[in-house]
């Protein structure tokens, strides 16, 4: 069985934005697989849920839980994926607004997000011995995940799990495979609706993200394989009633993963991250552990 999907945006807080991780996005797998998906991360520095909050000199302790489901589909005679992600977060943060100390320790639920994802070139859907026959080429995919305003927020505070926005990232890839090796590249763009209900009753809003991102990975066998992760996000400066903010990120994340099957269908994967601002953005360090339930497909 190949490489299991990766589903672990919420193990690293949303602040990273432009920049998220996530090697073997593109991956094939059976039609009607299901992942069933649980893990835990911990995450320091300066960061937030929501990365358009105009805070300085943040330091933050940010421990993450997460549960999702993952299927895979046929779209059209191609392979895709329908994924949910539903987060659980806690976290003190300490750090300046406008020069005036502010802080908050909060517990709750984040946004959920849903994601669909089309592998259009070399990926197609397949079942059974025609599905153990395949091997990978080149493949190119896109995908388009909605970040649903759920999550914990209160106007009066600052700092927030939710966003009390809807977000969408839209992603181009490709994944082409050499022997052992794989190599990988990502382009994304985040794009935010308005929050009319932004602290001291204000109304914010956001320029869109851009990203791009690669990933360097190696199979060790059948059971296991390592990535080397590297990404550049920028963009997203912020309005607050109409007002430009000097928050345009520019922020570089690096990151490594480690996956092993350690039984017929149960996978463990360690994921160690982190993120260096060139200007403004995250500047943080996370490690993440998830764990992973396959059935059905094949």
Do not use: C
């Amino acid at each position: 069985m190949r490489a299991p999907i990766a589903v672990f945006l919420l193990l690293i807080p949303a602040a990273a934005g432009a920049q998220v991780l996530e090697p073997r996005a593109l991956t094939n797998v059976p039609v009607g697989t299901n992942f069933a998906l649980v893990g835990y991360g911990y995450a320091t520095g300066n960061t937030l849920l929501d990365p358009s909050v105009p805070i300085e000199d943040l330091d933050s302790r940010v421990h993450s839980l997460f549960g999702a489901y993952v299927r895979a589909l046929s779209l059209f005679g191609m392979s895709s994926k329908f994924d949910v992600v539903v987060p659980f977060a806690s976290g003190d943060w300490e750090g300046q607004l406008a020069g005036v100390d502010t802080s908050r320790a909060v517990t709750g639920m984040g946004d959920p997000r849903v994601r669909l994802s089309l592998n259009f070139v070399g990926a197609p859907a397949l079942r059974g011995e025609d599905f153990r026959q395949y091997r990978q080429k080149t493949i190119v995919g896109t995908s388009l995940q909605v970040f649903v305003p759920l999550g914990q927020y209160d106007p009066s505070k600052l700092i927030n799990l939710g966003t009390n926005r809807w977000t969408f990232r839209a992603q181009l890839g490709a994944s082409h495979r050499m022997g052992p090796w794989f190599l990988e590249a990502y382009a994304s763009g985040w794009f935010f609706t308005t929050n009319p209900d932004f602290f001291g009753g204000s109304k914010l809003s956001q320029n869109p993200l851009i990203g791009f991102k690669l990933h360097f990975i190696r199979t060790l066998g059948r059971r296991a394989w390592i990535g080397i992760d590297g990404g550049y996000g920028a963009g997203g400066r912020t309005q607050v009633d109409g007002i430009e903010l000097e928050t345009l990120i520019s922020t570089f994340r690096f990151g490594a993963t480690g996956a092993w099957r350690v039984a017929a269908h149960h996978t463990l994967r360690l994921i160690l991250a982190s993120g260096a601002r060139v200007q403004r953005g995250p500047d943080f360090d996370a490690v993440s552990l998830l764990y992973q339930y396959r059935w059905g497909g094949l």
